[in-house]
């Protein structure tokens, strides 16, 4: 079967950041396999524009707004969405920004913003999303993380690199915990994609990661979708805790 069979029909997904890039990308692949697809970003309007093309492929979406590393949007956001949809059978936690700079340039307002983003904001989605899951014994979460936490980058980019090796940590202790209630708990480490966010890179920044990845290209974001689409579908039943590595053979551990 290829990637259009609709085994995910019936399933309420939400993906955070989905208003673009690899966001969007995933929402289009889970869309396209069935799946009722919760657009979130920051701003209602974006989410609305990428909801809005996936009903006019002929998916099922719906656009929701909130800032993830904000709890009490998050949160009000889940209950809502609960209110409306009575469960959610899959998150993917892939809300993120760029911010390639070197340690020194690292301040700690940077540093707690990346944080916050990216480690604080899935553990609020997880939060949120997990009683209902736990209640129902069945879920799927999968974290967008990067091959950067799993190898480190090569240019002092830390605070990035901490947030996302943080959400490998994330993701195999609460698979640990949540797997007795029937939900699977992974991520997706991607190389360098081809997104809004790689477009902040410098070109010399770009050329070096390019030259390192031995499929000589860089992914595209339906190839991250496809995996997290895995992951988020019942062919992952026995799968808990992975991370795994979508990055054109870049790093292979
Ligand atoms: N592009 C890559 O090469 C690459 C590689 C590895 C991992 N990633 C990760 O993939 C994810 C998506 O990256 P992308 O390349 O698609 O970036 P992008 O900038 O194109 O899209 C990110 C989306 O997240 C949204 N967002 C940012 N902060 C948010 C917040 N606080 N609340 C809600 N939404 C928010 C943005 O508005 C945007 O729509 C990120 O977590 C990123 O770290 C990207």
Request: aromatic share 6%.
């Amino acid at each position: 079967m290829g990637s259009t069979h609709k085994d995910l029909r019936g399933k309420i997904a939400i993906v955070t950041g989905a208003a673009r890039g690899l966001g969007k990308a995933t929402a289009e692949v889970l869309a396209n396999r069935g799946a009722h697809v919760i657009v979130n970003d920051r701003e209602l309007a974006d989410a609305t524009k990428a909801a809005e093309t996936i009903s006019a492929q002929g998916g099922q979406a719906t656009p929701l707004a909130f800032d993830v590393s904000d709890v009490e949007q998050v949160n009000d956001g889940f209950q809502r969405l609960l209110a409306q949809f009575h469960r959610i059978d899959i998150l993917v936690n892939n809300a993120g920004i760029g911010d390639f700079v070197s340690f020194p340039e690292i301040t700690p307002e940077k540093w707690d913003r990346m944080l916050n983003i990216h480690l604080k904001g899935s553990f609020n989605c997880c939060q949120a999303v997990l009683p209902s899951m736990k209640e129902r014994e069945y879920g799927k979460i999968v974290n967008v993380s990067s091959v950067a936490g799993k190898r480190g980058d090569f240019s002092g980019n830390a605070h990035y690199t901490a947030a996302k090796a943080g959400m490998i940590g994330l993701t195999k202790s609460l698979a640990g915990y949540a797997a007795p209630f029937g939900i699977n708990v992974n991520a997706v480490a991607p190389g360098l994609v081809a997104t809004n966010l790689t477009d902040e890179m410098s070109p010399e920044w770009k050329a070096t990661t390019i030259a390192r990845i031995p499929a000589g290209r860089l992914g595209l974001p339906e190839e991250i979708g496809r995996a997290i689409a895995f992951l988020a579908s019942d062919d992952a039943s026995y799968i808990f805790g992975e991370t795994l590595s979508v990055n054109g053979g870049s790093y292979m551990d």
